[in-house]
């Protein structure tokens, strides 16, 4: 069954002042849509068409050779925007608490550790990608990855990832990426990332 784009989760100005709505309705709608269409496009007649994206991106090295790319691009930019859009809310913020909370507080050293951390990491990506929160099957760690890969491939679980794109934060902050950063912290939806942490803790 083709992919599709997931509805967003809440309306498009709910992540106002912080994410504005005019990014939301070109993000979610133009770019993540293309990212569909090119990922269906590019599996079209071939055995992983029907398959759930994360078995795709987690056998990329089995697909077609002509294959590999499109999909990690296509693909993985779908599945990377589903994650995102879910990991934010306009109820968002603050600090995790629980086992998230403590085993971030664990690998990081604090919180606001993590905080800066993470932020370097998407501030120093170079050009196009993402900075991530990920279990790397031993524990929490941050990495960063370019273009649309998605960290599923490398065989990490995606908790949490800053898109930094220019698509993403263009509109409202123009070149001022650390800007975005900052602001992006203030609707992270602490539960969806405790919950899909519950999955691998």
Do not use: C
């Amino acid at each position: 069954m083709a992919y599709t784009v997931p509805d967003l989760p809440y309306p498009y100005d709910a992540l106002e002042p912080h994410i504005d709505e005019a990014t939301m309705r070109l993000h979610h709608d133009r770019h993540h849509q293309a990212y569909v269409d090119r990922a269906n496009a590019a599996l079209e007649g071939t055995e992983w068409a029907d398959k759930p994206i994360e078995d795709v991106l987690k056998n990329l090295d089995r697909l077609p050779a002509d294959k590999q790319r499109p999909v990690r691009n296509n693909g993985g930019g779908h599945y990377n925007h589903s994650l995102f859009w879910e990991s934010l809310s306009p109820n968002g913020g603050g600090a995790p608490s629980g086992a998230l909370g403590d085993a971030i507080s664990t690998a990081f050293g604090s919180f606001d550790e993590f905080k800066a951390q993470l932020r370097a990491a998407g501030v120093n990506q170079f050009g196009s990608g993402w900075a991530w929160l990920v279990h790397d099957g031993s524990g929490l760690a941050i990495v960063g990855t370019p273009n649309q890969d998605a960290p599923i491939s490398a065989g990490q679980t995606e908790l949490l990832g800053v898109d930094v794109w220019e698509h993403a934060y263009y509109l409202k902050y123009q070149n001022r990426r650390p800007e975005y950063i900052d602001a992006w912290w203030n609707v992270v939806d602490w539960n969806k990332v405790a919950e899909r942490y519950g999955t691998v803790a």
